[in-house]
C-alpha cells in the first residue's frame, strides 16, 4: 500500500474543473426544467499539495536525470510537461518511473480538458496501480463529466465513472500516512481525492435520474472539499429540485452563483425559477 501515491499528489488536483457539465440537462425531469450550463474550464484552480514521494531507485543515470528533468517541467505549463512526459515514455517505455509519468500526464491532460488523452493514459495507470486512488478519482469525475448525450460511448463511460469512483472512496480511506508528510497535508490530498470521488459518482446518479443518491454523495463531495466547486454546488440543486426540495435546492443555487465563473448566471437564474416554483408545488420531505 505504500507505493499507492507514488507521485506527487499536487498533480491529483491540478484540473477538477477541467470538464464541463454539458449533458446534465439530459439526466433532469420536465418538472424542474433547468437548463444546461455552459462548460466549465477551470474557474477556480486547486492549491497544491506537499509531495508524497516514495520512488524506486533508478536503472541508470540518464534515466534518472531525465525523469528529474520532467519533474522539474513546471506544472504551470501543461503542453511542456505533457510533451516531456509523452518523451519520457517514449524513451523509457518501461521505465521503473512509468506510472508516475502516466499519472501527471493523467492529470495533465485533465486539466487541459482533453477527455481521450486523460482517459488513455489514466487507464493505462490503474492497469499499472490499481489503488491509485488520486488517478482513479480524476477518470471518475472526468468521464462522468464528460459523458455527453452525443458521446458514441456515454453509457459505458458512466459506468466506468461509477466503478472508478467507487473505488477511490473505498480505498482512500485505508491508505497509511507516508514518513515525513504532515498530518495537515495528508488529509488535504485524502479530502481533494474523496471530494473529486464522491463529485463524480454523485454525477453519474444524476445522469441516471437517481436525485436521492446523487444528493447524498454531493453534499459529502462538498464536505470535504475546502475550496469549493460551484459544479458540486450546481448537481446538488438539480438533485434537489427535481427531488421537490425546493428550500436546499435555491440554497445550493445560490451557494454556486456567489463564486466567480461561467457558471454565476446559470444558477443565479436557476435559484430564481426554483423560488417560483416553489410557490406553486409543495416541497417534499426528507
Known sequence: MSGIWRKTVS???????????????????????????????????????????????????E???????????????????????????????ESRYKSAVLGILTASYFQTGNLQKMREYGEKEVALQPNDVSTLAMLGQGLSRG?????????????????????????????????????????????????????????????????????IELEQSIKVDPTGDPVNFYLLGVANRNQSHFDDAVTAFNKCAAIAGSLQGVCKGQAEDTKKQSLTQLSAPK
Do not use: C, W
Open 11 to 61: 498533480v491529483a488536483a491540478l484540473g477538477l474543473m477541467a470538464f464541463g457539465v454539458s449533458g446534465i440537462a439530459s439526466a433532469q425531469s420536465s418538472q424542474g426544467g433547468q437548463s444546461q450550463p455552459p462548460a466549465q474550464q477551470g474557474d477556480k484552480p486547486k492549491p497544491d499539495v506537499t509531495p508524497l514521494t516514495i520512488e524506486a531507485a533508478p536503472v541508470n543515470a
Open 63 to 93: 534515466e534518472d536525470a531525465t525523469y528529474k528533468a520532467f519533474q522539474a517541467l513546471p506544472t504551470s505549463d501543461l503542453p511542456k510537461k505533457i510533451q516531456g512526459g509523452e518523451e519520457f515514455l517514449q524513451k523509457y517505455p
Open 147 to 215: 459523458a455527453r448525450g452525443a458521446t458514441p460511448d456515454a453509457a459505458q463511460m458512466l459506468t466506468k465513472a461509477e466503478q472508478y469512483s467507487k473505488q477511490a472512496i473505498e480505498i482512500t480511506p485505508t491508505i497509511p500516512k507516508p514518513d515525513g508528510m504532515t498530518d495537515e497535508a495528508f488529509a488535504v490530498a485524502k479530502n481533494q481525492t474523496l471530494a473529486m470521488a464522491h463529485s463524480g459518482l454523485g454525477l453519474v446518479y444524476v445522469k441516471h435520474g437517481k436525485f436521492a443518491e446523487a444528493i
